[in-house]
């Protein structure tokens, strides 16, 4: 079984930073890879930023000089670090685990992050 639990939203001001977590407990962690999606209301959810399990990374072009994410496979945990937020980062933000051999994705519960003065 696979579960991903996530940590680090809340509030902030626009320019401020946040960085999420998300720790899994899954044996295929080390060979999966990780993303980072997120939804606002009455919008489609978009994919933000993945990582392979060797540490290669893409962003949306939204996103793109002001997040970075990480993962520590000895620990089992993938950082979104998130810089200069705007408004309209505002969203839930969900992590998402894809298995290299196996159909089918796992998600978190999602925690929300809240850009605004």
């Known amino acids: 079984q696979v579960q991903l639990v996530e940590s680090g939203g809340g509030l902030v001001q626009p320019g401020g930073s946040l960085r999420l977590s998300c720790a899994a407990s899954?044996?295929?962690?080390?060979?999966?890879?990780m993303a980072w999606y997120r939804q606002a209301p009455g919008k489609e959810r978009e994919l933000v930023a993945a990582i392979t399990s060797g540490g290669r990374p893409n962003y949306a072009d939204s996103v793109k000089g002001r997040f970075t994410i990480s993962r520590d496979n000895g620990k089992k945990i993938v950082f979104l670090q998130m810089d200069s937020l705007k408004p309209e980062d505002t969203a839930v933000y969900y992590c998402?685990?894809?298995?290299?051999?196996?159909?089918?994705?796992?998600w978190g519960q999602g925690t929300l992050v809240t850009v605004s003065s």
């Open positions: 899954a044996s295929i962690f080390g060979t999966s890879v």
């Open positions: 998402n685990l894809k298995p290299a051999y196996l159909r089918g994705d796992y």
